[in-house]
């Protein structure tokens, strides 16, 4: 761990009427990265950022509990990525990620409560960096097709696309077509009772022929042939995620989702730091 001296800690003056802020959005977005990385309790974080401020030397001052609490239902997250020199190939998927109810073990010695409930953590990484790219938070009552389009809005519009994988979950129309739209390849695989759209859209035809695909060749050839199998990258990811936490500590919506966007910072850093290169060994007798 180390910490830039140049980092902009305190916040510049914004000009307007009213008390400026103290701090930066960058400082307490850090304070909320320690908490997140060692998952201890707030006022905990806080004690180890001076200390960890005083092992580097800065004589910088350390936000309260108070200021932090306010300042994360606002906080824009910032996060980092590589840009890719390839077109990017989007992975998607979505978990859960707890905030009200026991814990398995409960759960399985004694049955489930009434009151359980998640956050749903929908994900789109680089398929060659393993690097989140979007992301959006929402509660278990949303799906996961109508939130495609929401990430692929993140994604830069200058920035080349070549392919969007995901499950059969979104094999949809408003899926398929907001992905056509991109200029993108459709990578979903098409359910097992699936027939072929009459309606022209302009993510029908690629749709028609994956289904046309499945029926001659059977589902196992074409996720081969489509890479399909690619899309287990971003379960891994998501395990990622959930050892960070298996639960969010935050109590209203807006903290949750911020606390959830620092850990897809965190991962992030720790994709660029270093990842490693699986290489396969074939056993020679």
Not at 86 to 91: F, K, T
Not at 134 to 140: F, I
Not at 211 to 239: D, F, N, P
Not at 240 to 258: D, H, I, M, P, W
């Amino acid at each position: 761990m180390w910490l830039d001296r140049d980092m902009q800690w305190l916040a510049a003056p914004s000009g307007k009427r009213g008390r400026s802020q103290t701090f930066s959005d960058a400082a307490i977005q850090f304070c909320l990265s320690i908490k997140c990385l060692f998952g201890q309790a707030l006022r905990q974080t806080l004690g180890l950022v001076e200390s960890l401020l005083r092992l580097a030397g800065l004589d910088w001052p350390v936000p309260d509990y108070s200021t932090v609490c306010r300042r994360q239902k606002t906080l824009q997250t910032q996060l980092s990525y590589r840009p890719s020199a390839e077109p990017l190939q989007l992975l998607v998927d979505s978990t859960g990620v707890k905030f009200l109810g026991e814990g398995e073990w409960k759960r399985k010695k004694h049955g489930a409560e009434y009151r359980r409930e998640w956050r749903k953590v929908h994900l789109g990484i680089d398929a060659q960096t393993l690097e989140i790219r979007a992301v959006e938070v929402t509660s278990n009552a949303i799906g996961d097709a109508p939130m495609l389009p929401e990430l692929l809005a993140q994604i830069p519009p200058d920035e080349a696309l070549a392919s969007v994988t995901a499950d059969g979950a979104y094999d949809t129309r408003a899926c398929r077509d907001a992905i056509a739209r991109r200029g993108a390849v459709v990578v979903i695989a098409p359910r097992k009772n699936a027939r072929l759209w009459r309606r022209s859209s302009p993510g029908s035809e690629s749709r028609n022929e994956a289904v046309r695909a499945c029926q001659r060749l059977g589902h196992g050839i074409w996720k081969t042939w489509s890479g399909y199998h690619r899309r287990s990258l971003v379960e891994t990811k998501m395990h990622c995620l959930k050892r960070l936490g298996e639960r969010v500590t935050a109590r209203t919506f807006e903290r949750q989702v911020v606390e959830l966007h620092v850990r897809v910072a965190v991962l992030n850093r720790f994709s660029q730091i270093g990842r490693p290169q699986t290489v396969p060994v074939v056993a020679v007798a």
